[in-house]
């Protein structure tokens, strides 16, 4: 059982949490429960706009003089689940469980990013053994796709110098910086043709069995992007057989890695054991290539209804199609100069389908650097030129750059080796978090961000780690505890 947990205040409320559906922009009840909380322990409670929600408590006995600090979360999570999982985020609990050192979720993203960091900003509020200044707790609307609640955020609206954000995902690291993104959407115009007579066979390709991932923070671990790896398939290895494209999609996020690629195709049955053969051989690639990071992938074969497959691409589009998207760039493009192990750019094809007859591809773009940004997405412009694609750029958003003489930064770092004795590691993400957009509205804030160890968020493997649990929880209190040095 979550709620028999260490600390106890956070793990009943993340176990509420995980009862309530809250996938981005579709907050209205967890919305409600968090306003039903603050009415129930008598702490102010206001709703910007946006959907925003700001919650206000007064600092305890002999707290008083210390200054403001904002705690800061997102209230959504990123619904994803394998294939064959019965679940709808927009009505069933996720199902939670421990394992071991671990809680997971069955079959479905667990919703610890950022559900574990809002658990803790409202413990934090209702603690009686939590010491504290005047406290300001942050909870926005719609982070996953595109942090629409950060970008809502209005100046004058909090009073705090300091703000820590707990969307961080590695505990014993304290992060300063974040990379900022933008989108990239590809369409094209989707033609087809009637049905060649000579192709009697309808089948269903799928490639599943990749780990997916976040696509900021798991980009540089080789992981395959199911998309890319099924247009290779079709723009390399099935090409010595005469087929027809009637349906290609896969991914459902542009923020996450994806894991399942599928394609519909007709062909002659003279040419299914050909097919057959080109999968196998295609199967073997993939585990020499990928088998060290995706021991699961593979591509099946199954058939599909004769009634499901009543036209196909033409030639000329189909061929486009394929080639544009085997030859788009994808994954980790440059790794930091200035920082070890970190990925300075990189692009994410996340989406792909076919909806009222135009295919959609759609790729989320990060650096750390703006100008590193716009010379991807001017790659993108160039490669979708070449096979007459549409495109549009939108939601785009700076990073948030490190400031290594930080006040908060100093406290958090004394106080991490005052408690574990060791000390901890001063990163910057590549992911965005909402740090960067708060700097627009409040550009004299001083920003931290820190959270417990969570592992493969933006995928139904999502875990977090109880342990890191504890003792991002200990941290926590021990700063808002030393508020006074802040002065």
């Given amino acids: 059982m979550l709620s028999t947990l260490k600390p106890n205040f956070v793990w009943q409320i993340f176990n509420d949490i ?3 559906p809250r996938p981005s922009h579709h907050e209205q009840m967890i919305t409600k429960y968090i306003v039903d909380f603050a009415n129930s322990h008598s702490i102010d409670c206001k709703i910007d706009k946006t959907g925003n929600i700001l919650l206000t ?31 709808d985020f927009l009505t069933d609990p996720i199902q939670a469980y421990v394992d071991g050192e671990w809680v997971k979720a069955k079959g479905t993203t667990l919703g610890a990013d950022n559900g574990v960091g809002l658990a803790s900003a409202l413990a934090v509020l209702i603690d009686p053994a939590v010491e504290h200044g005047p406290i300001e707790v942050l909870i926005t609307v719609s982070e996953e796709t595109g942090m629409f609640g950060a ?33 990239f959407t590809a369409t094209f115009p989707v033609t087809y043709a009637v049905m060649p007579e000579k192709f009697d066979c309808y089948l269903k390709l799928s490639l599943k069995g990749l780990r997916g991932g976040h696509s900021g923070c798991d980009i540089h671990l080789g992981r395959g992007n199911a998309i890319k790896l099924m247009a290779r398939f079709l723009a390399e290895y099935a090409q010595d057989i005469p087929f027809r494209l009637a349906d290609i999609n896969g991914g459902s996020l542009r923020n996450a890695i994806p894991r399942e ?10 040419d299914l054991p050909k097919l057959k053969s080109i999968i196998n051989q295609y199967n073997k690639v993939l585990t020499n290539e990928l088998g060290h990071v995706e021991p699961n992938i593979e591509i099946t074969l199954s058939e599909v209804a004769d009634d499901k497959v009543k036209r196909v691409l033409t030639t000329e589009n189909q061929n ?22 970190v990925v300075e750019t990189s692009l994410n094809l996340g989406i792909l389908n076919i909806k009222d007859n135009q295919i959609s591809a759609i790729f989320l773009i990060r650096s750390q650097i703006d100008s590193a ?23 785009g958003y700076s990073g948030w750059e490190p400031n290594l003489e930080s006040n908060l930064l100093q406290l958090t770092k004394e106080k991490y080796y005052e408690i574990f004795s060791e000390h901890p590691k001063i990163m910057v993400i590549h992911a965005g978090l909402e740090c960067g957009l708060f700097k627009k509205a409040y550009p004299n804030m001083d920003m931290i961000s820190i959270g417990p160890t969570i592992v493969s968020p933006h995928s139904p493997d999502e875990k977090v780690n109880i342990q890191s649990v504890y003792r991002y929880w200990e941290l926590l209190i021990a700063i808002l505890k030393s508020a006074k040095h802040l002065k």
């Fill in 261 to 270: 690629a599928f394609a519909e195709i007709a062909l002659s049955k003279d």
């Fill in 320 to 341: 486009r199609i394929i080639n544009w998207l085997h030859t788009a760039p994808n994954g980790v493009v440059r790794m930091s100069d200035q920082l070890a192990g």
């Fill in 373 to 395: 940004k716009d010379a991807v997405v001017s790659t993108l412009i160039a490669h979708s030129q070449l096979a007459n694609a549409n495109y549009e750029i939108s939601g």
């Fill in 18 to 20: 995980c009862k309530i």
């Fill in 151 to 183: 970008f809502g955020v209005q100046p004058n609206w909090l009073t705090s110098q300091y703000l820590i954000n707990t969307d961080s995902e590695d505990e014993g690291e304290i992060f300063t910086g974040c990379a900022g993104g933008v989108d």
């Fill in 57 to 87: 408590k007064p600092a305890t006995k002999e707290m008083e003089d210390c200054p403001s600090i904002a705690l800061q979360a997102h209230m959504d999570m990123v619904p994803q689940k394998n294939e064959g999982t019965k679940h």
